[in-house]
């Protein structure tokens, strides 16, 4: 009995459970099996399934067909435990269930350890590469975490939810999105929901009320400068100020420069086009990001009558702005920004189109763009969100419809407590 005694201690049984048997399959590579029973000291440990009865009276009613759950390996060896489940009898109100299996996991198939190792590598990479290293279908990994994360997000609580972010998540191509909700406070992906327009607002409050927490409640959000988002916090966020976060407004002169690259490329002169070539890149850095090799290409460049120079310093001068120490200040600097904006354009006509957008936009939003100085609100967890959009696609490889997307956003950004080991 000394296998069968080191198998108990192994598995953590209390007890109430005894392993009866540890046999070797040498089939298919070789197996052990765990074969597990209860003990006449479990009966006094439970009570009724029932909450209305809660007895302790409880005896063996009789046991359900036995079947199989994947361990951890043993040795290096695949390992199963095998039961035949027992169900008891309550001698109060005579209800019959099924006693709870201290090893059996969410997913059903697997045990507590087992799941618990399998969350650790699929929080590391793809499902399919994790399902190679254990063995096992992505099939049952993914409903295994279908199982885990729908438990965990049940739980969820928002009371103190305050400062929002949203942004969107390219589903797939066609233009599909999924809108995600972060809590800016506790860094961490509360909601998402396909579509990106105002009804997602609707689907979000009516969300965080099954979680104590109120629409009423969240006085700052943090949001790109899409008219749908804004209509959507204003019909369903009644105390939230909207905030365009600095990543979104960045992000919106980096768009522009592009534009004015393609443009210069295609329309203007023979030398313009050959300083442009694959220059892409080059544009979209910061100058103490350049390479050395960039840093002479650039110096090289006639930047004064490139447009795509002119657009180059516009972001430089927009990014610089957010230095600024008090809202009076970036105030003056932005009403500066957009009037030297629109003289570039001027002169340089039609090439600097999306620049002069650029600055129309940043005027007509520039109470928003300035609630960035207001206290209380951080930002800087959106700005890792393209970061994590990029991990759940890599490891929902394959899968792309919105629930596998959705359930991986909350495994992978939503902090949920799931399991790391069984007690």
């Known amino acids: 009995m000394i296998a069968e005694k080191a198998f108990e201690q ?71 435990v095998v039961c035949a489940p027992p169900r008891g009898r309550c001698g109060l109100c005579q209800s019959v269930f099924r006693v709870p299996l201290p090893w059996e996991g969410e997913g059903k198939h697997f045990t507590r350890d087992f799941e618990a190792f399998a969350l650790t590598l699929m929080r590391e990479m793809p499902i399919r590469k994790a399902g190679d290293i254990l063995g096992e279908g992505d099939t049952r990994l993914w409903r295994m975490l279908f199982a885990h994360i729908d438990k965990a997000y049940a739980l969820l609580d928002l009371s103190g939810l305050a400062h929002l972010g949203v942004d969107e998540m390219n589903l797939r191509k066609g233009h599909e999105y999924l809108s995600v909700f972060a809590d800016l406070a506790a860094r961490r992906v509360v909601f998402a929901t396909e579509g990106k327009d105002h ?35 204003r019909e369903t966020l009644p105390n939230a100020a909207i905030v365009y976060d600095k990543f979104h407004v960045v992000a919106l002169a980096g768009s522009a420069v592009d534009a004015v690259r393609r443009a210069e490329a295609r329309e203007g002169g023979g030398e313009a086009r050959l300083q442009l070539k694959q220059s892409l890149w080059l544009w979209r850095k910061n100058p103490e990001n350049l390479t050395e090799g960039e840093k002479g290409r650039l110096e090289a460049m006639d930047l004064k009558h490139l447009a795509t120079g002119q657009a180059y310093q516009i972001r430089l001068e ?45 005027e007509a939003h520039l109470e928003g763009i300035l609630a ?52």
């Not at 490891?395 to 399991?419: D, Q």
């Open 199 to 233: 009804t997602a607002f609707q689907r979000f409050a009516e969300e965080i009320l099954k979680h104590n927490g109120r629409p009423e409640s969240v006085v700052q959000v943090a949001v790109d400068m899409s008219a749908a988002y804004a209509k959507g916090v």
């Open 10 to 80: 192994l598995m953590g049984l209390d007890d109430g459970w005894e392993v009866a048997g540890a046999d070797y399959e040498q089939e298919e590579g070789g197996r052990f099996v765990i074969h597990v029973r209860e003990t006449s000291k479990l009966w006094p440990k439970l009570a009724c399934s029932d909450p209305k009865c809660a007895s302790g009276a409880i005896t063996c009613y009789d046991h359900a067909p036995a079947r199989s759950w994947r361990h951890l390996d043993a040795f290096g060896k695949k390992t199963s």
């Open 318 to 362: 927009l990014q610089s702005i957010y230095n600024s120490r008090t809202e009076a200040k970036a105030r003056e600097r932005f009403g500066d920004f957009v009037g030297w904006v629109r003289r570039k354009a001027d002169r340089f006509g039609g090439m600097l189109e999306p620049m002069r957008k650029l600055a129309d936009t940043v």
């Open 372 to 423: 960035h100085w207001k206290a209380g609100l951080t930002t800087a967890f959106m700005e890792g969100l393209n970061s994590v959009f990029s991990a759940v696609k890599r490891k929902a490889r394959g899968y792309r419809s919105s629930v596998y997307m959705i359930t991986m956003l909350y495994f992978v950004a939503g902090k949920l407590p799931l399991p790391t080991h069984s007690k």
